[in-house]
C-alpha cells in the first residue's frame, strides 16, 4: 500500500479552475466517504485551503485508484477529465511524502512561509480521522508533516515574508489607500481566516473592526476576541446590515468560504452611496470560490484585491537562504519518515521469523516429553528455557541487522532474502511489497494524469 497524491493549486491553475473544484467543509465528509467506497483506495484524506486542493489516498494499485479519483474530482467539479488533467499533479508515494512537508512548511504557499497551513493540515487529518478514513499510514504521514512543519517555522526565518496571505493584501490594501491606522475595517467571514484577518488588522492600527457573519454568534466570538485579545473596538453585525457595515469601512476583508457570491454590485452600490469618505473603498476578495461579484472591480472607487492578484504579488516570497534552509529540513524529515516507513514494512516479516521459531521450540518439547515421559516438570522448564535462550541468541543478530538494512535504500531486499532463507509464507508475514518503482511510474505519468509544470514531474516541489 502506498499514498497516491492528486492536487490542484495555485501554481497549476487559475483562480477560475480552483473556484469550480473548492471543497468546503459540508464537501468533505461526502467526498471522502465515496474514496473510500473505491475499490483500491483504504484510506483518504483532502487538504482544502483558499489556493490548493489536495487528495491524499492509501491505495493498492496506482493507475485503477487513479482513475477512481480522477472521475470523483470530475464529478464534483463539473470539470471535463482532459480539463481537470491539465492543471493538476500526481505524487506517488516518497514524492507525496516530500510534497505534504513542503506544504506543511509553507514552501508551497502562495505567501512563502505561511504558517495557517498547518492548521488546515491539522483540520484535514481530524475531518479524516472523523470519518474513520485516516489509517496508520496516513497519520504517520500527517503527523510528521506537522512535525516538519514546525521544525521549519522554528529553526529557519521562512515566515519573514509573511505570516499570511492576509498580511499581503493588507500590503497591497495600504498602496492605494496608505496608513490604516485609524480607519474601520469589515472582516467578512468568522472562521480561520477571518481571525488571522483581525489580527493582521490590528497589527495594522486599524481603529475598528467590524465584524460580518451569515451566524451571528460567531460573528460576536470573533468581534469579543479582536477587543480582549488585540484591544480594537468591534462590532458584530448580521449579514443583512452587509450593505451599511460597507458604508463605513475602509477595507473590506472577505473570506467566507461559501459557494458563490456574498458580495453583489448592489450591495456595494449602496455601500458606495451611503459612503461619505473622500478615500476608495479597498475590497480585500480572500474567498476561494470568491466572495465578491466580478463587476465590483469595475466601480469608480473600488479596489478590488483579490487572489488571482495576489499570485502575482513578488512580496510572496521568502529570503534565498530561508527557503534553502527549510527544504534541507524536509529533505532531513523525508529521509527520516522514509527510514522508519521501511523498518515499520519489514516488522511482519520479523514477527513472522519469531513465531516459526517458537513453533519449532515447542514441537520439539513435545516430541521431548514423548520420549522422555518421566522428565520431572523442574527439570523440562530448565530444558525448555535453554532451548528458548538459544533460539533467541541466534535469531537476535539478524533481525536486528535486518531491521537496520531495511531502513537504507532498497532494503526491502534484505526482507526478502530472510523469506526465502526461512521459506516464510508471505501471508504469514504480511511481508515488505516491493513498492512500484518511481522512476518507471513517472514516464507513465503523462498518460494517465499530466502533471501541471514543465520540469515539475518528478516530485519536487516549486
Same mark, same amino acid.
Request: glycine share 8%; proline share 3%; aromatic share 2%.
Given at each position: 500500500?502506498?499514498?497516491?497524491?492528486?492536487?490542484?493549486?495555485?501554481?497549476?491553475?487559475?483562480?477560475?479552475?480552483?473556484?469550480?473544484?473548492?471543497?468546503?467543509?459540508?464537501?468533505?465528509?461526502?467526498? %471522502?466517504?465515496?474514496?473510500?467506497?473505491?475499490?483500491?483506495?483504504?484510506?483518504?484524506?483532502?487538504v482544502?485551503?483558499?489556493?490548493?486542493?489536495e487528495?491524499y489516498?492509501?491505495?493498492?494499485?496506482?493507475?485503477?485508484?487513479?482513475?477512481?479519483?480522477?472521475?470523483?474530482l470530475?464529478?464534483?467539479?463539473?470539470?471535463?477529465?482532459?480539463e481537470?488533467?491539465?492543471?493538476?499533479?500526481?505524487?506517488?508515494?516518497?514524492?507525496?511524502?516530500?510534497?505534504?512537508?513542503?506544504?506543511?512548511?509553507?514552501?508551497?504557499?502562495?505567501?512563502?512561509?505561511?504558517? &495557517?497551513?498547518?492548521?488546515?493540515?491539522?483540520?484535514?487529518?481530524?475531518?479524516?480521522?472523523?470519518?474513520?478514513?485516516?489509517?496508520?499510514?496516513?497519520?504517520?504521514? +500527517? /503527523?510528521?508533516?506537522?512535525?516538519?512543519?514546525?521544525?521549519?517555522?522554528?529553526?529557519?526565518?521562512?515566515?519573514?515574508? =509573511?505570516?499570511?496571505?492576509?498580511?499581503?493584501?493588507?500590503?497591497?490594501?495600504?498602496?492605494a489607500?496608505?496608513?490604516?491606522?485609524?480607519?474601520?475595517?469589515?472582516?467578512?467571514?468568522?472562521?480561520?481566516?477571518?481571525?488571522?484577518?483581525?489580527?493582521?488588522?490590528?497589527?495594522?492600527?486599524?481603529?475598528?473592526?467590524?465584524?460580518?457573519?451569515?451566524?451571528?454568534? $460567531?460573528? &460576536?466570538?470573533?468581534?469579543? %476576541?479582536?477587543? %480582549?485579545?488585540?484591544?480594537?473596538?468591534?462590532?458584530?453585525?448580521?449579514?443583512?446590515?452587509?450593505?451599511?457595515?460597507?458604508?463605513?469601512?475602509?477595507?473590506?476583508?472577505?473570506?467566507?468560504?461559501?459557494v458563490?457570491?456574498?458580495?453583489t454590485?448592489?450591495?456595494?452600490?449602496? +455601500?458606495?452611496?451611503?459612503n461619505?469618505?473622500?478615500?476608495?473603498?479597498?475590497?480585500?476578495?480572500?474567498?476561494?470560490?470568491?466572495?465578491?461579484?466580478?463587476?465590483?472591480a469595475?466601480?469608480?472607487?473600488?479596489t478590488?484585491?483579490?487572489?488571482?492578484?495576489? &499570485?502575482?504579488?513578488?512580496?510572496?516570497?521568502?529570503?534565498?537562504?530561508?527557503?534553502?534552509?527549510?527544504?534541507?529540513?524536509?529533505?532531513?524529515?523525508?529521509?527520516?519518515?522514509l527510514?522508519?516507513?521501511?523498518?515499520?514494512?519489514?516488522?511482519?516479516?520479523?514477527?513472522?521469523?519469531? /513465531?516459526?521459531?517458537?513453533?519449532?521450540?515447542?514441537?520439539?518439547?513435545?516430541?521431548?516429553?514423548?520420549?522422555?515421559?518421566?522428565?520431572?516438570?523442574?527439570?523440562?522448564?530448565?530444558?525448555?528455557?535453554?532451548?528458548?535462550?538459544?533460539?533467541?541468541?541466534?535469531?537476535?543478530?539478524?533481525?536486528?541487522?535486518?531491521?537496520?538494512?531495511?531502513?537504507?535504500?532498497? =532494503?526491502?531486499?534484505?526482507?526478502?532474502?530472510?523469506?526465502?532463507?526461512?521459506?516464510? $509464507?508471505?501471508?504469514?508475514?504480511?511481508?515488505?511489497?516491493?513498492?512500484?518503482?518511481?522512476?518507471?511510474?513517472? =514516464?507513465?505519468?503523462?498518460?494517465?494524469?499530466?502533471? +501541471?509544470?514543465?520540469?515539475?514531474?518528478?516530485?519536487?516541489?516549486?
Amino acid at each position: 500500500m502506498s499514498v497516491l497524491l492528486v492536487g490542484i493549486s495555485h501554481r497549476s491553475a487559475p483562480v477560475a479552475v480552483l473556484e469550480k473544484i473548492a471543497i468546503t467543509e459540508s464537501d468533505r465528509p461526502k467526498l %471522502t466517504d465515496k474514496m473510500l467506497a473505491s475499490s483500491h483506495v483504504s484510506e483518504a484524506m483532502i487538504v482544502s485551503t483558499c489556493n490548493r486542493i489536495e487528495v491524499y489516498a492509501v491505495v493498492d494499485a496506482f493507475h485503477p485508484a487513479l482513475g477512481e479519483i480522477g472521475e470523483l474530482l470530475t464529478e464534483h467539479s463539473g470539470l471535463p477529465l482532459p480539463e481537470l488533467t491539465k492543471h493538476a499533479y500526481v505524487r506517488y508515494a516518497e514524492a507525496a511524502a516530500e510534497h505534504l512537508f513542503a506544504v506543511a512548511s509553507g514552501l508551497d504557499s502562495m505567501v512563502v512561509g505561511e504558517q &495557517q497551513v498547518l492548521s488546515q493540515i491539522r483540520a484535514a487529518y481530524a475531518a479524516s480521522d472523523a470519518r474513520q478514513a485516516a489509517g496508520r499510514t496516513l497519520h504517520e504521514l +500527517a /503527523q510528521h508533516a506537522l512535525r516538519v512543519g514546525k521544525r521549519v517555522h522554528s529553526e529557519t526565518g521562512i515566515d519573514r515574508a =509573511g505570516a499570511s496571505v492576509v498580511s499581503v493584501a493588507l500590503d497591497r490594501a495600504r498602496v492605494a489607500l496608505g496608513p490604516l491606522e485609524g480607519r474601520t475595517a469589515l472582516v467578512l467571514g468568522a472562521g480561520a481566516m477571518g481571525g488571522l484577518a483581525v489580527a493582521q488588522l490590528a497589527r495594522g492600527g486599524v481603529a475598528k473592526i467590524i465584524v460580518v457573519n451569515r451566524t451571528l454568534e $460567531k460573528a &460576536q466570538r470573533l468581534g469579543h %476576541t479582536a477587543t %480582549t485579545m488585540h484591544g480594537v473596538a468591534a462590532e458584530a453585525i448580521e449579514m443583512d446590515r452587509l450593505a451599511e457595515a460597507m458604508a463605513a469601512a475602509d477595507v473590506v476583508v472577505t473570506c467566507t468560504g461559501a459557494v458563490g457570491t456574498v458580495v453583489t454590485l448592489a450591495d456595494v452600490h449602496r +455601500a458606495l452611496s451611503a459612503n461619505t469618505r473622500a478615500d476608495e473603498l479597498v475590497i480585500c476578495d480572500l474567498g476561494l470560490p470568491r466572495d465578491v461579484d466580478h463587476a465590483v472591480a469595475g466601480l469608480p472607487g473600488v479596489t478590488v484585491i483579490d487572489m488571482e492578484t495576489l &499570485q502575482r504579488d513578488p512580496s510572496a516570497g521568502a529570503a534565498a537562504d530561508d527557503t534553502a534552509a527549510a527544504r534541507t529540513i524536509v529533505a532531513d524529515e523525508l529521509t527520516k519518515y522514509l527510514a522508519g516507513q521501511r523498518m515499520a514494512e519489514v516488522t511482519p516479516t520479523v514477527a513472522a521469523l519469531r /513465531q516459526m521459531a517458537a513453533d519449532v521450540v515447542e514441537a520439539e518439547l513435545l516430541r521431548l516429553d514423548s520420549r522422555l515421559p518421566g522428565l520431572e516438570s523442574g527439570e523440562r522448564e530448565e530444558v525448555a528455557r535453554t532451548v528458548r535462550r538459544v533460539v533467541d541468541k541466534l535469531l537476535h543478530a539478524p533481525t536486528v541487522r535486518v531491521k537496520q538494512l531495511a531502513s537504507t535504500p532498497g =532494503g526491502d531486499s534484505y526482507a526478502e532474502a530472510l523469506r526465502e532463507l526461512f521459506e516464510l $509464507k508471505p501471508g504469514a508475514a504480511q511481508a515488505v511489497a516491493a513498492p512500484m518503482e518511481i522512476s518507471a511510474l513517472q =514516464g507513465e505519468l503523462a498518460d494517465d494524469f499530466t502533471a +501541471a509544470h514543465p520540469g515539475d514531474e518528478q516530485g519536487h516541489t516549486a
